[in-house]
């Protein structure tokens, strides 16, 4: 899919890991839209990754901050308009982390000090990355800033643990933030709540497989992939969708509005 709709414009995009990530998708598609990108990540990931490849690939400079941190926040945003020439039009969070996922904790037992790490890396990171654009006044008019959730924030997913919390505070985030954001600078702010893909924040998921083919025979049209996902992102980084903001958008084959499909039934009848 090559639409060039991005020409001209200019972002950051965070968390692209390896391959399978979803914002290494993204940063492939935003490259072929016409799009130019700072790529960044936490200092540790860029010490596993292999984010290089995809910095050359799109001729994106790699600048590491963890997005914790105000001060790396601060820097990467300057540093971002100095090397692509002025304001940002368009900036992805794709980053989420659970410490307490991560070593097997459950739900009912949770490490409260991991807990909190984890809604400091996948939920406050959003605010605190917003109010750096926005006190340095860093986004265009009409810019679009996206960040990814899950549906775990609305219904229970027992195995995803209190990422679902956090991704319930995260997209309230985008919804208070996107109010001050729309009125005073003409930006919108939306997540984008995508079925489960096989990466490697995914796969921390205890039974994936399991809710990977389960999401896949209830949605219509099937899970969407780390690429469709890249897709909706162009397109909510680009003038068609100008006035959609402090949405939550279901990008899942229409899973999130089903009840029960035929696959489902069948498989349980024969179960019997
Ligand atoms: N994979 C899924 O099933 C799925 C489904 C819905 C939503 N999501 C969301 O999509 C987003 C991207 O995840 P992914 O599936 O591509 O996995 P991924 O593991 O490839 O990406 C997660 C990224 O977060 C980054 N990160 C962690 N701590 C950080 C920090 N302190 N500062 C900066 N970056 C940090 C990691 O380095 C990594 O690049 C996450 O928000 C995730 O929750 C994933």
Redesign the pocket.
């Known amino acids: 899919m090559n639409h060039s709709i991005l020409n001209g414009k200019r972002g950051i995009i965070?968390?692209?890991?390896?391959q399978?990530?979803?914002?290494?998708k993204t940063a492939e598609a935003v490259y072929a839209a016409g799009g130019k990108f700072v790529l960044?990540?936490?200092p540790?990931?860029l010490r596993?990754?292999t984010?290089n490849d995809l910095g050359e690939k799109t001729q994106a400079p790699v600048i590491p901050?963890?997005?914790?941190?105000m001060e790396?926040l601060e820097r990467l945003v300057d540093q971002a308009q100095d090397h692509l020439g002025g304001k940002l039009d368009f900036v992805l969070?794709?980053?989420?982390?659970s410490v307490n996922v991560r070593k097997g904790k459950h739900y009912t037992d949770l490490n409260h000090d991991w807990m909190a790490k984890g809604w400091?890396?996948?939920a406050v990171?959003f605010h605190k990355l917003m109010q750096v654009l926005y006190q340095k006044d860093a986004m265009n008019v009409w810019g679009s800033i996206l960040?990814?959730?899950?549906?775990a924030a609305q219904r229970t997913f027992p195995n995803y643990n209190d990422?679902a919390d956090?991704?319930a505070y995260?997209e309230s985030i985008a919804r208070s933030f996107g109010y001050f954001f729309g009125k005073h600078k003409k930006v919108r702010v939306n997540t984008?709540?995508?079925?489960?893909?096989?990466?490697?924040?995914?796969?921390?998921?205890e039974g994936?497989d399991g809710?990977?083919n389960y999401a896949e025979k209830t949605a219509p049209l099937g899970n969407a992939s780390?690429e469709d996902?890249a897709n909706y992102s162009v397109m909510m980084f680009s003038d068609y969708t100008r006035k959609v903001t402090l949405q939550n958008l279901f990008h899942d084959g229409g899973f999130s509005n089903v009840g029960v499909s035929e696959e489902i039934i069948e498989a349980l009848e024969d179960s019997k």
Not at 14 to 18: M, N, P, Q, R, T
Not at 93 to 97: L, R, V, W
């Open positions: 965070f968390g692209a890991l390896d399978e990530s979803i914002a290494w960044t990540n936490a540790v990931a596993m990754g984010i901050a963890d997005a914790t941190k790396d969070h794709s980053i989420g982390m400091d890396v996948s990171s960040a990814l959730s899950y549906i990422m956090n991704k995260l984008i709540s995508q079925s489960p893909t096989l990466t490697t924040a995914g796969k921390g998921v994936l809710f990977l780390a996902c």
